[in-house]
């Protein structure tokens, strides 16, 4: 039998009673529905079982990733199996009791779901024969409980017993990966057979220590040992079978699982010792002592397990192999009378209508039989003779006699194991005397309670007589089980031992006596120890919790708003002080620049330009508040470089530059049209300050490395460009032919860039209403007169006049300054004008006003001209100028590269106009609406 | 010759063009133009990685000149996987946004193509200036989308976006323009072989250079300082468009390592400014961690997510293991995926809230809340990086093969941060409600489109040893630069 199936079978399960629940509403329809999986997993253990009993440890192994060595590997060996039994037996019984403390308006199927998800992690994590994968399952019981605990996410306790669970069970699971990971570093495997027989390599790792608090931050956690123990009594919020299925036999039981599981690879050193006893220790006194105060029956309840669970992990603590036993052996008894008490509770919590032991009293007289049953229990839970509990605390005692690690300190493990056994007989006492007892019930919801119905009872009943078949006849029930188990969990070695009731009279005895004597004492006793309790500071640890994440979440907040304050201004400087760190990093340590170097000639006019754009540039910062005059004096600059140009003989440059310029300024007068002409003086001095500072910083950098660049002698591709121009690109205007042929590419990008921008302002425009001021700064009303008569005559006949030169440009843009792009810019500025004296209204009236596929048609024409050449079987963008492939006349070669160039042409026209022609719109909405 | 390498640019170009000249605002029509060209991306980007699997460079010479006088394109299996990456992304946030988003404004179908071509260009394109060419598309068409709706937490955010993208554009000509300076070249491969040789003042010029492109990069992919633009813009978008951004960092991640890997994986010039990564990578992570437990939104904490993701993915590269390049691509294309498939969920949920929106605080139950509390727990284990899904199956990837103490305890507590962020996120939305839903319905259409997304997840879990066979492959294609430059250069190099 392939074990990685059993393990699927309850994941294959879950997805049955919500399937169930679409075709009826029966809850015993369901249930059996849940029950199915795990009954046929438990079956199907049987025969393995025999195996595991005969002393073989079974594999399975299915590779999964390989390269992260996470295998589905299984094994089944005396732990697993001891596990997987309560797993899925205590998991069988927790389906039947649900299925009567649900009501009928709740969502059973889902219920069943959540259930049977985290029977199957669990039932993963018990078997996994990979360490990794044992995480994955591990995890996966953290996720499925946080829905089992938020189950009533209704309710506010619920969701955050539920994410105070999922955060600390979480956090400790991370460590644990952490330490798996490095587990898997030292060892060289994930591979827990190999893991465990190689505890030694382990041990004598430097890493140890730290594999070793990874790994325990994991099991604490999960087993809520102190100090991480607050989250289990918060996770009572869940319904009560939750409660019974995941604080008795399961999820907690997972952290003392591993501390088994690893046991030969990690127990036996003096760290190994003083963490995990002492935790135990403090867990068990602290817990046992709380639970005695608890109010809340499960309250009382989840304190009791955090108790127990300390007990357990003391025993694991002590490096004593007989001790490891006794710890196996009250993991299978806790298991027992816990689930059943949970269950008692949830029944009494069913039928009064409260877990208040306040008010819960003498239901003796009401549900006698349920009383028997809860009674027997926490008896067992108080370690009194007879039943499972006591053999189990007998073993403890003893085993806390027998440690000498401490030294002359060594007796306070067993001082410490007595006062354990005292509260928690006081506390098993309260549970008896005040619920069933006491007198008579006070103001209870339901009145009179009854018993509950008899199925409900079947899981208490089966569980209570196994406490008793366990304490009575040990050696006939669970000796076999609890052998393979332990010598499961020691690596194969068992130590001498025998299971009886009587042991003769001796000093665990004696303290046994002593606990029951005691807790019976303080029990009486109670009154003073509640007042005691009273005057101590209560502290909720959902409430403190909860604070602490809130209190962290805002100042995440402050923080997060400390640095994304909003202000783009402020992103900018971040941006340009990494540019200005760089700067300074890499420029500083420069021996200077050799200004010998420079070789242009300067004359008075290169002076002045550069002077002039110089003060223009300052000039655009210094006024940058009176918007209007800061645009021309920015366009000064622009005029300037474009000059620059020209005495750098860049005609081609300087021509474009000089377009853009023209075609940019009148969209950001549009554009500034809109805004306030001034603005007030927003920042402050020293923002100012570190303002300039970065500026001055960047730009000297800048600079420096111009300088660098122009005076460096570096060999650059540009010399084929000058010499395949002609014979290759088929014109002598080197940037033309660079733009529309060697790097058609990039312009085609461009253009589509030019395309989308349009497209993208358009959609940005389309319908907005502005409202623009009607008087400037000064108060004067703007210019009613929109269409100057002069304006209107001058600009008509220029159209066709710039036209004529827009084609003069294109044409003979292939071999002289020129082409495309100027041309289209030409050909804008010349129909902007028309809009601007004329009105839209005008010129839409004469032409489309559309300008969408004038865009679309310039960059497809531009498009379709590259993928002509895979026609001739040559990529994209392939001039047809050569001869020698396409010997048709030259004609035909001029062609392609002028209907690219077309392409640009349409696309920068039609972007243009879209642009301008759509803010100019906006106006036009403004007078529309003064004229209505 | 074969031209199918250039397709995944002229696809959606056409695709766009088309859209831009249908001035009729057919939207059925303009719905399926756009669905079927991202079908057809999609099997053209199967059809190259297929054509990639075998370890060769495609190179495809735009304009038939010779690399490095002309522009070439570079199909290995990194850009393939980049590009399948996109296509699969693209697909189901048409479905999303074609749900009645993209009618909020105009031309928004056509912009989507556009943000395609360019980002596809960006990953194929083997020469820098093209490089920055598909920036600028992929970023005046993510303009246009980012502010597709307008409404004015959306245009503020909006406009950080562009004007911060402008001054990057600016920064990346000077450092193309001292990248021509001092090698002399555009292209990448031969800039890899020329950047090798550069002394004294050239290699001063390179080095600010080549520290500009980082930030350049680093704008793009989000890194701090450079991210605080991103949670507003990205949470601010319509869902469609932010699940279409999740790609967008990553572009940025990509540019950073294929410039590594062709050019700074050895020789004098190794690992530069990769110190710096890795501390701002590891801010990254910490400032991520900080915000997502600040959100007040989940749309923000979805956000931080992908800085989150950004901050592991750069911090990885940047310590330069050479093992761990494969976990980090598997990472990579895991934690697109995811983030996308929240940021729809995130809208499905304000949706479902009505006028709570997704803002973190008690709300009208969800109408069919079931099914979306669902595809929410799975989502976000897999973005925490819990086990059973693709994020634990990278987490573990990148753990075991970074072993540096601070990267280690800073992913871990991410997770965490992320684990602690998303329990209290779904607790809210699904569990704590107050009176009836006032929201709508998911429809069948949308809850497909996150389906599709998140499906995905599972599959990388089930079938990650392939997936992690295949980035280990592509890993190790990156590692041996020598076989691109000889493709592209031929015996040149």
């Known amino acids: 039998m392939n074990l990685a199936f059993v393990v699927m079978l309850p994941f294959l399960g879950a997805c049955l009673p919500p399937l169930v629940e679409r075709v009826s509403a029966n809850r ?128 506010t306790g619920a969701r955050k017993g539920a994410r105070m669970a999922m955060t600390v069970t979480g956090m400790g699971g991370l460590a644990l990966l952490a330490g798996v990971l490095l587990i898997g570093d030292v060892v060289g495997t994930f591979n827990l057979q190999t893991v465990l027989e190689s505890g030694d390599v382990i041990r004598s790792n430097p890493w140890y220590p730290v594999i070793l608090c990874l790994v325990l931050l994991g099991v604490f956690t999960k087993s809520a040992q102190f100090p991480f123990h607050f989250w289990l009594p918060h996770a009572m919020a869940a319904p009560t079978p939750v409660s019974a299925y995941l604080h008795s036999a399961t999820m907690v039981k997972a952290g ?89 509770a949830g029944i009494i919590d069913h039928e009064t209508g409260t877990r208040d032991m306040r008010r819960i009293n003498g239901l003796w007289k009401y549900m006698p039989y349920t009383a028997v049953l809860a009674m027997v229990a926490s008896a067992a839970m108080a370690g009194v003779p007879l039943l499972n509990g006591f053999l189990s605390k007998e073993m ?56 509950p119905p008899r199925y409900m009872k079947v899981p208490v009943e089966i569980l209570v007589a196994l406490c008793v078949a366990v304490g009575v006849f040990p050696a006939i029930t669970v000796a076999g089980l609890l052998a393979v188990a332990a010598s499961a969990t020691l690596g194969g070695t068992l130590p001498e031992y025998h299971l009886s009731i009587w042991h003769g009279f001796n000093l665990p005895l004696v303290m046994s006596f002593v606990a029951t004597i005691g807790g019976v004492l303080a029990y009486t006793q109670r009154r003073r120890l509640f007042d005691v309790w009273a005057r101590l500071p209560q502290l909720d640890a959902k409430l403190v ?18 640095f994304q304050n909003g202000s783009l201004q402020s992103y900018v400087a971040w941006l340009v002080t990494l540019v200005a760190v760089i700067m300074l990093t890499q420029l500083a340590p420069l021996s200077g620049l050799d200004l010998s170097q420079y070789s242009l000639p300067m004359d008075g006019v290169a002076i002045l330009c550069t002077a002039m754009l110089v003060a223009a540039a300052l000039l655009t910062t210094v006024l940058h508040r009176h918007r209007m005059t800061s645009i021309m004096s920015l366009s000064v600059v622009g005029l300037m470089v474009s000059l620059l140009f020209v005495r750098f003989s860049a005609p081609d440059l300087a021509l474009t530059q000089l377009s853009v ?57 540009s010399q084929f460009f000058m010499d395949n121009s002609k014979p290759g690109g088929g014109g002598t205007n080197v940037v033309n032919v660079i733009l529309v042929d060697f790097r058609g590419f990039d312009t085609f990008g461009e ?37 100057p008569l002069i304006l209107v005559t001058i600009s008509r006949p220029l159209l066709p006049l710039a036209l004529l030169i827009a084609v003069y440009i294109f044409l003979r843009g292939h071999n002289l300054p020129g082409g495309g ?112 | 010759m074969s031209h199918w390498i250039i397709a995944p640019v002229l696809i959606p170009a056409l695709a766009g063009l088309f859209l831009l000249m249908e001035v009729r605002e057919r939207h059925r029509m303009r719905r399926w133009t756009g669905l079927l060209a991202c079908v057809a991306s999609l099997v053209v980007a199967v059809l190259l990685v297929q054509q990639a699997w075998d370890g060769t460079h495609t190179v495809y010479k735009l304009g038939n000149w010779e690399a490095p006088f002309g522009i070439v394109l570079v199909l290995d299996r990194l850009s393939a996987l980049m590009v399948l990456l996109t296509s699969v992304l693209a697909f189901p946030a048409l479905i999303y946004a074609s749900c009645g988003d993209d009618r909020k404004g105009a031309n928004f179908h056509g912009l989507f193509q556009f943000q395609l071509m360019g980002i596809n260009g960006a990953f194929l394109t083997g020469d820098l200036f093209n490089l920055f060419v598909f920036f600028e598309v992929l970023l005046i068409a993510s303009y246009g989308l980012a502010l597709h709706g307008r409404g004015p937490e959306r245009v503020k955010a909006g406009l950080h976006y562009v004007v911060l993208n402008l001054v990057g554009s600016g920064l990346f000509l000077i450092a193309l323009g001292l990248i021509y300076g001092s090698t002399g070249t555009l292209n990448m491969a031969d800039f890899a072989v020329k950047a090798q040789a550069l002394t004294g003042t050239d290699a001063t010029l390179l080095r600010v250079a080549v520290l500009l492109l980082w930030v350049v990069f680093g704008l793009k992919a ?36 294929r410039v590594t890997a062709l050019a700074f994986a050895a020789g004098p010039f190794a690992g530069l400014g990769h110190e710096a990564l890795w501390w701002l990578a590891l801010i990254t992570l910490a400032m991520a961690c900080v915000g997502v437990l600040g959100a007040k939104r989940l749309a923000t904490a979805v956000a931080y997510l992908v800085v989150m993701s950004v901050g592991t993915i750069v911090a990885t590269l940047a310590v330069g293991q050479a093992e761990a390049l494969g976990p980090a691509l598997y990472y990579l294309v895991h934690s697109t995926l995811i983030c996308a498939a929240l940021f729809l969920l995130a809208d499905l949920v304000a949706r479902g809230r009505g006028d709570v929106g997704d803002r973190l605080v008690a709300g009208p139950a969800i109408l069919g809340g079931g099914r979306l509390s669902l595809l929410f727990f799975v989502a976000a284990i897999a973005v925490v990086g819990l086990p059973p899904l693709s994020g634990f199956v990278g987490k573990v990837g990148l753990l075991r093969t970074v072993p540096d103490p601070l990267y280690w305890a800073l992913l871990l507590i991410a997770g965490l941060c992320g684990l602690v962020a998303m329990s209290r996120a779904g607790s809210t939305l699904f569990w704590r409600t107050t009176g009836e839903s006032a929201g709508l319905r998911p429809s069948r259409r949308r809850l497909l489109a996150v389906l599709l997304l998140l499906g995905l997840s599972p599959v990388m879990t089930i079938w990650a040893e392939p997936m992690l066979q295949w980035t280990a492959a592509v890993a190790d294609q990156l590692l041996t630069p020598q076989a691109y430059i000889q493709a592209v250069l031929g015996g040149a190099a």
């Open chain 1, 545 to 562: 919790f909860e604070g602490r994440v809130q209190q962290i979440g805002r100042w995440a907040a402050a923080l997060t708003g400390r």
């Open chain 1, 396 to 451: 403890f005692f003893a085993e806390t006699l027998g440690s000498h690690q401490l030294g002359a300190l060594s007796w306070i493990l067993p001082v410490g194991a007595t006062l354990g056994g005292v509260f928690s007989v006081a506390y098993s006492a309260r549970f008896i005397h005040d619920v069933f007892f006491n007198g008579e019930p006070v103001n209870l919801p339901k009145y009179p309670p009854h018993e």
């Open chain 1, 28 to 155: 015993t329809l369901m249930a059996f529905a849940a029950a199915l999986m795990p009954a046929t997993a438990l079956a199907l253990l049987v025969s393995p079982a025999m195996q595991v009993f005969a002393g073989e440890t079974l594999h399975s192994t299915l590779p999964w990733i390989p390269s992260l060595d996470l295998s589905l590997a299984f094994r089944l060996d005396g732990l697993a199996l001891l596990f997987a039994l309560l797993v899925l037996g205590i998991g069988l019984l927790v389906i039947l009791y649900a299925r009567y403390y649900l009501s009928a308006k709740e969502k059973a199927g889902r219920f069943y779901a959540y259930l049977l998800l985290f029977m199957g992690a669990m039932l993963g994590v018990v078997t996994s024969d990979n360490l990794l994968l044992l995480v994955v399952f591990w995890e996966l019981t953290s996720l499925s409980s946080f829905l089992l605990i938020g189950f009533w996410g209704h309710q």
């Open chain 2, 222 to 257: 989000a890194l701090f300082p450079l991210y605080f633009w991103l949670p507003a813009a990205y949470a601010g978008a319509t869902a469609g468009v932010a699940a279409l951004f999740a790609i967008m960092t990553k572009v940025g991640i990509y540019a950073i390592l």
């Open chain 1, 821 to 932: 792009f100027v041309a289209g810019l030409i050909t804008s500025v010349a129909l902007v004008l028309q809009y601007v004296a004329s009105g839209v209204g005008w010129v839409h009236s004469r032409m489309p006003g559309d300008y969408h596929p004038v865009v679309a048609l310039g960059v497809l024409l531009a498009g379709l001209t590259g993928v002509g050449s895979w026609a001739f079987g040559y990529p994209f963008l392939t001039s047809d100028f050569t001869y020698i492939y396409w010997p048709v006349v030259g004609k035909f070669e001029l062609a392609t590269a002028m209907l690219f160039d077309t392409g640009v042409f349409l696309t920068v026209v039609g972007a243009t106009l879209l642009m301008l022609a759509n803010l100019g719109k906006l106006s036009l909405l403004d007078d529309k609406r003064e004229d209505a």
């Open chain 1, 661 to 717: 310029e023209v075609v940019t300024m009148l969209l950001l007068m549009l554009a500034m049209y809109f805004l306030p002409v001034r603005t007030k003086v927003e920042s402050s001095s020293i923002r100012v300050i570190r303002d300039i500072l970065l500026a001055v910083i960047c730009g000297a950098g800048v600079a420096t490395l111009a300088f660098l660049v122009m005076t460096g002698e570096t060999s650059t591709i």
């Open chain 1, 751 to 787: 253009i589509t860039v030019l395309g989308v921008a349009a497209m993208g302002i358009y959609a940005l425009l389309k319908d907005l209403e502005l409202r623009s001021a009607k008087y400037d700064s000064l108060g004067r009303p703007w210019a009613r007169d929109a269409h």
């Open chain 1, 256 to 344: 003392v699982f591993l501390l088994a599981r690893l046991y030969p690879a990690l127990a036996g050193t003096d760290l190994w010792f003083m963490l995990v006893s002492m935790a135990g220790m403090l867990t068990l006194l602290w817990a046992a002592f709380v639970a005695l105060f608890q109010h809340d029956l499960k309250g009382l309840l989840a304190y009791s397990t955090i108790s127990h669970l300390g007990l357990i992990t003391l025993l694991f603590g002590l490096n004593r192999e007989m001790a490891a036993v006794a710890a196996v052996f009250h993991i299978i008894n806790h298991a027992t009378f816990k689930a059943s008490l949970f269950m008692a």
